[in-house]
């Protein structure tokens, strides 16, 4: 008798574990599956905000070169030197506000999604957990796919770069232009008499 209920009880024990360890499966199998389903997406939408990324940071870069021409410039022409030709500080001006016009704001980069792993666990709750956590951030992914904009176009500011670099060129040649007029520097002078072939020797002098 005490032998047979020990038998019963093996096999009693022996469901239990088996329902036991078909439900973590189960549980487990389920997570996994979610979890797969989740950086599936996850992984595409990564993809496609690579390349949306990609072209913002092109923006930004492209931006960076050009205020690093308009801040030079800028800075020159905020100093208001007198010039030979007045003119080229007008031109410059207008050079620097008609580059910052062209000027486009750099699109905010989209952060990626992490990819998740199943984590082990022989506990049921906790694998529901998981499975309930990458249903939730995999609906957050699809909803998030809708929302990516399309490719920034990179905009070419050579010309604008060009004309602020020729006009800031131009009106400081003017504003030394007008400095040689002026009060020349000794090497100018100096150097503008050594063309006079009548002229054999040159000489600086003082006061003294």
């Keep these: 008798m005490v032998k047979k209920a020990i038998v019963i009880a093996a096999v009693i024990a022996a469901v239990v574990l088996a329902v036991f360890y078909y439900n973590i499966h189960t549980a487990r199998t389920a997570a996994s599956g979610s979890i797969d389903a989740y950086n599936e997406l996850a992984r595409s939408y990564n ?20 205020q690093g021409v308009l801040n030079e410039a ?11 030709e007045p003119r080229t500080l007008e031109k410059l001006q207008k050079a620097i506000k ?26 049921k709750s906790d694998l529901e957990i998981q499975k309930m956590e990458a249903d939730v951030a995999a609906t957050g992914v699809e909803e998030a796919m809708t929302k990516i904009p399309e490719i920034p176009a990179v905009p070419d500011y050579s010309e604008q770069i060009k004309a602020v670099q020729d006009a800031q060129k131009s009106y400081e040649n003017s504003v030394q232009k007008l400095a040689n007029v002026t009060a020349p520097p000794d090497d100018f002078v100096s150097g503008r008499l050594k063309r006079i072939s009548t002229i054999v020797e040159t000489g600086a002098v003082t006061k003294e």
């Design 74 to 84: 800028g800075s020159l022409a905020d100093q208001n030197k007198k010039a030979y």
């Design 98 to 123: 008609t580059a910052e016009g062209r000027l486009v704001e750099a699109p905010v980069q989209f952060d990626p999604f992490e990819m998740r792993e199943l984590q082990s666990s022989f506990n």
């Design 47 to 66: 993809e496609k905000i690579e390349k949306y990324n990609a072209a913002a940071s092109s923006i930004a870069a492209a931006n960076e070169e050009l």
